[in-house]
């Protein structure tokens, strides 16, 4: 139902677990694929919880791989988990991971953890890996192909949450590569760190950037059934705590604005969208922005950024898709008294990344920007802890870099005069040096936050998808 404001739950990644031998073997020791076959069906249940896996079949030669990788490619796979069973020569799979675009993980494990005085040359055999890994990574290096490696046991916690980290980024990068951000109307004017070259964007990490008429918007607001209107309404009433100077209009607006945002959405293909206050505003056939539709679209899995910033809402996206519960925010002032930085913006936030001690607001706000009347708002204090900042920088032509802090959510004293999202995120290394850095690498102003420690998440997201990586 269109209405419900249920958690977005996002699906497990989708990975296939390629295990990689020889058929030589198959004369020495008989039963050896059925043997390995076996260990990789185990590594696959080990790790159950972190993919939703699909298994191929030991494959021993060139056309044994190519099937296999066709097969996983017309599963709509996030990547792909590579595993030698035993030694397995790389010529027979360099072309073909020369020709993949799907994430790689090159898992240098083997079945037992340690040698010991019992191991014969069967034992030796079943756990050789190592140098196919070897063989295959080199192919992987002159192919100039990313990849991720990890070399661990297959069933320490360790393995398992790299594993994790490497899938949920896959997961990212792939979505990323079908992406449609929605535009309506047009991007600011005269704001030069939210531009970036549509066609480099498209080719070199997938996002396509669209722009849509503020029309559609207005007249689906038009359109939204009575009945919708009225369940959602009622849900924000269960849910948050409702200003009683917000009046009955500016109600049924600001959800017949969210209810339209998102069937254009859903009906043509959108995982993320813009807004601008300005094209909103200029149109003349709207009351109000949708502001509290930010919010609340955001908490439903949609990227978002405002004032026509496709790359911030693909990197919100992205933020869903690599950690969950993304959020948009925007440095808006320094406190030097307590080293950290005032976040917020407009009147757009996630409101999944509320404190979990006072309830969300929706309140009447009056707000001049866009010249229009007042706008329902979701005010909240971002929940203290740990947190994570990223944005995606274009440095021009196919060049893009990621910077990322870590830092903290404060448990500082409220600002009762502001009337939007806010809270105050100090950074690990410091107002001084992080800004430092930020500015050196040319973080734009719009920011997506996760709460938690995600830089290293972040990093692999690189890795895969070609970006530069920064943290400051």
Known sequence: MTASLAPATTRKPRIGLLGIMQALYDHMIPGITERQGGYAEAIAEQLGDVADWTIGRPVKDRADAEDVMREFGNADLDGVLVVMLTYGPAMRVARLFNENRMPLLLANIQPEP??????????????????????????????????????????????????????????????????KVGVFGYAMNDMGDIRVDENALLRTLGPEISFLAPGDLHRGALAVPDAEVAELIAWENAHFEIDKALTAVEREDHVRMQLAIEHILRDRGYRAYSTHFDAIGEDGRFRRLPLAAASSLMAKGYGYGAEGDALAASMVYAGHQLIGDAHFTEMYAMDFSSDSLLMSHMGEGNWRVARTDEPVRLIHRELGIGK???????????????????????????????????????????????????????????????????????????????LGRHAADWQVFCRLSGIEFVQV
């Open 372 to 450: 229009l009347e007042a706008p329902p708002t979701f005010l909240f204090r971002y929940r203290p802890g740990p947190a994570t900042l990223a944005c995606l920088v274009s440095l021009g032509g196919e060049r893009f870099r990621l910077v990322v802090a870590e830092g903290e959510v404060l448990d500082a004293s409220a600002l009762p005069q502001l009337e939007m999202p806010y809270g105050q995120f100090r950074p690990d290394t410091g107002v001084r040096a992080c800004m430092d850095g930020w500015l050196a690498a040319g973080g734009p102003h719009h920011q997506v936050m996760n």
């Open 114 to 179: 340690a040698v010991t005085a019992a191991w014969d040359m069967a034992d030796m055999t079943y756990n050789q890996g190592i140098h196919g890994a070897q063989d295959t990574a080199n192919a992987l290096v002159r192919a100039d192909r990313p990849f991720e490696v990890i070399t661990d046991d297959w069933r320490s916690p360790r393995f398992r949450e790299r594993v994790d980290r490497w899938a949920r980024a896959s997961r990212a990068v792939t979505a990323w590569k079908s992406l």
